[in-house]
Structures are given as C-alpha cells and as structure tokens.
C-alpha cells in the first residue's frame, strides 16, 4: 500500500523557514514524478514545484528563487525548503506522486501538513 506521510509544518514568521518532507513506501520511489501542491482557505489546490524521475526541475512563479524541491531517493523522501516565508504562503501542503505506466496511471497523494506564515 503507498503512503506519502509530510511531515515539517508549523507556525512561523514572515521571512522565517520552514522545511517540508515528505516520507513515500510501498513505491518505487525514485520512477516517480513528485510534486508539492497547497491549498490556501477559500482557494483551490495549486501547483508549487515539481520534481521528475529525471528532468528539470518547475515552480510555480510565487515561490521561485524561494522555495527549493528535492528528492532522496535513497531516503525514498521529497523535500520542500522554504525560505523567505510570506504571509500569502499560508497553506495546507500536500506532497504528490504520479506515474505512467501506460494504460495505467498513477496518482498519490498525502494528508498535508499546515504551514502557517503570521507574527
């Protein structure tokens, strides 16, 4: 059974750090496309950076030259490092994997873990 378990939320200032992870089993982790969403009250789910199996790497314009995806693969665990929080950062993250097998697809997800950005 996979699970995707983040763990590295909390309550922090703005301008402070924060560091997601995000813990995957029963996978092949490292064929797996791994993405970090958030999801802000009242707001829909997006997109905030993108790791592949191979590739280069994505993120959404909000957070670039801020927050930094990466991957262990040996550790079987996904990363967020983010820096220079800001209030409009409020969010709950979800930690994502998506593989294609074709016919088939694959889709995970976590349960999120809240990151709130207030003094």
């Known amino acids: 059974q996979v699970q995707l378990v983040e763990s590295g939320g909390g309550l922090v200032q703005p301008g402070g750090s924060l560091r997601l992870s995000c813990a995957a089993s029963g996978m092949s982790f490292s064929m797996y496309h791994m993405n970090w969403y958030r999801q802000a009250p009242g707001k829909q789910r997006e997109l905030v950076a993108q790791i592949p199996s191979s590739g280069m790497l994505n993120y959404a314009d909000s957070v670039k030259g801020r927050f930094t995806i990466s991957r262990d693969n040996a550790k079987n665990t996904l990363y967020l490092q983010m820096n220079s929080l800001k209030p409009e950062d409020t969010a709950v993250y979800y930690c994502?994997?998506?593989?294609?097998?074709?016919?088939?697809?694959?889709?995970?997800w976590g349960q999120g873990t809240q990151v709130t950005v207030s003094s």
């Open positions: 994502n994997a998506k593989h294609v097998v074709w016919p088939s697809r694959y889709d995970y």
